[in-house]
């Protein structure tokens, strides 16, 4: 069967740097997706990669293995409003998105 | 108005009603989506509208009935639910299924079955 594994949530302090990781199995691959969903929001897209290596875009960094099947989200100067749940998801052969379940990021002061 | 708009935005509803969700896209896409997203589980996909074409419909019950009149406007009927299907039902929409597009979502409904 198809799988992404992500930590259940994650806590990190104000100003500093934390990694969320992603790791998959699925049928085929044409790229990882992150998004970030505020409670009681909608998802809006961070990145995307399809080729392996790392994506910078502003304080958001996303690196992807394709070999290896991993994938981390590296948030740097952290700041309150990144608290938030971070989804990881793979689009297969079928170009269907397989979700993870979602990391909850916590931010203290 | 821009992006993707759901209404309502929370719905409680006993098991014997009827009732349907609302989805628009403004950003001139052609691919829609309905998924289920229940707490700590990961994004269900529903179904797939591609140029108002139903393309998947992941083995969902009957008792979820999709509509997609054109491409802006995505219907999800509802009739005769159960206590796990209180969930929030998210509305999303790409450039197209078969490409490598980004889904865009809407905010969307808190549904409550009681």
């Known amino acids: 069967g198809q799988n992404i594994d992500q930590p259940t949530e994650m806590t990190a302090t104000e100003g500093a740097i934390v990694q969320i990781n992603c790791t998959y199995q699925?049928?085929?691959?044409?790229?990882l997706f992150w998004y970030q969903q505020h409670a009681g929001e909608a998802p809006t897209f961070l990145s995307y990669?399809?080729l392996d290596g790392l994506e910078e875009k502003g304080r958001f960094s996303s690196f992807l293995s394709r070999s290896k099947g991993y994938s981390y989200l590296l948030l740097k100067e952290l700041q309150m409003k990144d608290s938030a749940s971070y989804l990881c998801?793979?689009?297969?052969?079928?170009?269907?998105?397989?979700w993870g379940a979602g990391t909850k990021l916590i931010i203290k002061p | 108005e821009t992006g993707v708009t759901q209404t309502p935005r929370h719905l409680v509803m006993g098991m014997t009603n009827k009732k349907s969700l609302k989805c628009e896209q403004h950003?001139?896409?052609?691919?829609m989506y309905w998924y289920k997203q229940s707490a700590k589980k990961p994004l269900e996909l529903m179904f797939v509208?591609?140029?108002?074409?139903?393309?998947e419909n992941n083995s969902v019950p009957s008792r979820f009935s999709p509509e997609c009149p054109n491409s802006s406007h995505l219907f999800l009927h509802l009739h005769t639910l159960q206590p796990e299907d209180s969930a929030l039902y998210l509305c999303?929409?790409?450039?197209?299924?078969?490409?490598?597009?980004?889904?865009?979502f809407g905010p969307g409904t808190r549904l409550t079955v009681l």
């Open positions: 990669n399809v």
């Open positions: 950003l001139g896409h052609n691919a």
């Open positions: 509208y591609n140029f108002k074409e139903q393309t």
């Open positions: 699925t049928s085929g691959f044409n790229g």
């Open positions: 999303a929409s790409s450039q197209a299924h078969e490409a490598t597009d980004t889904q865009y």
């Open positions: 998801a793979v689009r297969d052969s079928n170009y269907q998105l397989i």
